[in-house]
C-alpha cells in the first residue's frame, strides 16, 4: 500500500508538531498491524449541497474514521499540495492525488502501524482523532484564474486536532492552516453537490 501521509508523517512517538492534512509533516510509511483498531463505517451523512455542509462532511469522515463518507467528498481531480517547509518532495513530491489521498486515509482510518522515515522511528496506530477547532479565515471566494482553480471557490480553514496513539498516553495537539478549493456539480433533481478539489497545507502559520 502506498504509505507516506500528511497525518502520518506528523504523527511520531516523539509527539511532533503536525498539521494532519489538515494536518501533516515528517513522512512515513504505513503497514497493516493485526492490531489495529478498526472502526465500523457511520451511518450516512448529509449531502454536501453548500460548500459549508461539505467541510462539515469533511470533519465528521476524519472523526469518525469513514473511508466510505471521505472517498464522497473528494473530486476524481483532487490534489493535496504539501506544505514546501515539510522537506517531503523527495520522498511524494509537491503534491499527490485521490488515489494516495485514500489510501493515505485508509491507513490512519484502520490503525495501520506505520514507520518515520525522518525520524527514523516506528509509529504507533492511530486511536482516535478528534477536531478541537475547525473554523474558517474567511468566506468562500473566487480563487482567481489559475486553470488548477477553475470553478471552485476557495476558504482558508484554521484545524486543531487532538489524535491518539496506541500504547501513548498524551494525545497530540496540532493546528495549522489549510486553503480549500471546493467545485459545485448540478444534479438532476436541481441540487448542487460539492467536492474537494484541492487541499493546500499552509503549514502552522495562524495568520490569514
Same mark, same amino acid.
Given at each position: 500500500m502506498f504509505a507516506p501521509t500528511r497525518l502520518k508523517r506528523r504523527l511520531t512517538p516523539v509527539l511532533l508538531l503536525f498539521l494532519i492534512a489538515v494536518l501533516a509533516a515528517g513522512c512515513g510509511?504505513?503497514? @497493516?498491524?493485526?492490531?489495529?483498531? +478498526? %472502526?465500523d463505517p457511520p451511518g450516512p451523512i448529509d449531502a454536501a449541497t453548500t460548500p459549508d455542509k461539505l467541510m462539515a462532511n469533511f470533519k465528521y469522515a476524519w472523526?469518525?474514521?469513514? !473511508? %466510505?463518507? =471521505?472517498?464522497?467528498?473528494?473530486?476524481?481531480?483532487?490534489?493535496f499540495f504539501f506544505d514546501p517547509n515539510?522537506?517531503?518532495?523527495?520522498?511524494?513530491?509537491?503534491?499527490?492525488?485521490r488515489t494516495e489521498e485514500l489510501a493515505s486515509a485508509k491507513s490512519i482510518f484502520e490503525g495501520d502501524a506505520g =514507520?518515520?522515515?525522518?525520524?527514523?522511528e516506528d509509529i504507533p496506530p492511530v486511536l482516535s482523532i478528534e477536531f478541537t477547532t475547525f473554523s474558517k479565515v474567511f468566506e468562500w471566494q473566487?480563487?482567481? $484564474?489559475? @486553470?488548477? &482553480?477553475? /470553478? $471552485?471557490?476557495?476558504?482558508? &480553514?484554521? %484545524? /486543531? +486536532?487532538? #489524535?491518539?496513539?496506541? /500504547?501513548?498516553?498524551? $494525545?497530540? !495537539?496540532?493546528?495549522?492552516?489549510?486553503?480549500? =478549493? #471546493?467545485? /459545485? =456539480? @448540478?444534479?438532476?433533481?436541481g441540487t448542487t453537490l460539492y467536492k474537494i478539489k484541492v487541499w493546500e497545507d499552509q503549514g502552522q502559520n495562524l495568520g490569514s
Amino acid at each position: 500500500m502506498f504509505a507516506p501521509t500528511r497525518l502520518k508523517r506528523r504523527l511520531t512517538p516523539v509527539l511532533l508538531l503536525f498539521l494532519i492534512a489538515v494536518l501533516a509533516a515528517g513522512c512515513g510509511v504505513f503497514s @497493516p498491524d493485526e492490531s489495529k483498531n +478498526i %472502526v465500523d463505517p457511520p451511518g450516512p451523512i448529509d449531502a454536501a449541497t453548500t460548500p459549508d455542509k461539505l467541510m462539515a462532511n469533511f470533519k465528521y469522515a476524519w472523526e469518525n474514521r469513514s !473511508l %466510505v463518507e =471521505y472517498q464522497k467528498l473528494l473530486d476524481d481531480q483532487f490534489q493535496f499540495f504539501f506544505d514546501p517547509n515539510d522537506g517531503l518532495e523527495q520522498f511524494v513530491g509537491p503534491s499527490w492525488g485521490r488515489t494516495e489521498e485514500l489510501a493515505s486515509a485508509k491507513s490512519i482510518f484502520e490503525g495501520d502501524a506505520g =514507520y518515520d522515515l525522518i525520524k527514523k522511528e516506528d509509529i504507533p496506530p492511530v486511536l482516535s482523532i478528534e477536531f478541537t477547532t475547525f473554523s474558517k479565515v474567511f468566506e468562500w471566494q473566487d480563487p482567481g $484564474t489559475d @486553470p488548477l &482553480y477553475e /470553478g $471552485t471557490l476557495k476558504a482558508r &480553514y484554521t %484545524v /486543531g +486536532i487532538k #489524535v491518539s496513539f496506541q /500504547g501513548i498516553e498524551q $494525545t497530540t !495537539l496540532v493546528t495549522g492552516n489549510n486553503d480549500f =478549493y #471546493v467545485k /459545485g =456539480y @448540478p444534479q438532476d433533481d436541481g441540487t448542487t453537490l460539492y467536492k474537494i478539489k484541492v487541499w493546500e497545507d499552509q503549514g502552522q502559520n495562524l495568520g490569514s
